[in-house]
C-alpha cells in the first residue's frame, strides 16, 4: 500500500483553476517561506510557555494547508492548536514533532512538483 501525496491533488488543482501559474507558485512561495518562522514561533511559544503563540502560529499555518491542498498537515495543524489552547504542553509538543515531519513531505512535494526553486 503506497501513502497517498501530502498534497491533495483535487484540492490544489482547484486553486490552481483560479489563478495563472505564476500566481500559484507565489503562493506555493509565500507559503514556504513563511513556514520556518511559523515553526520557530510554535516552537518558542511550547517552550517558553507562551501557548497562545504556538496556537497563533499553527492557526496560521492551518489556513494555508488547506488553502494548498494540504490536508494531513491541515488536521495535524488543527489538532496541535487545538492541544495548545487546552494548555497541554506535552501534546502540543508531540503534534509538533508530527507537524514537522509531515510539513517536510509537503515541502518536498512543492520541489519535485516545480512549484518552489531548490
Known sequence: MTQAAPIE????????????????????????????????AARHGIAGGDLPAAVTAFHTMRSGCGQLGARRLETLCADAERTAKAGDVEGTLALLDLVEVELALCLAWFHEHGWVNS
Open 9 to 40: 491533488p483535487y484540492d490544489f488543482d482547484a486553486l490552481l483553476e483560479l489563478l495563472d501559474r505564476d500566481t500559484m507558485r507565489e503562493v506555493v512561495t509565500i507559503f514556504v517561506g513563511s513556514v520556518p518562522g511559523r515553526m520557530s
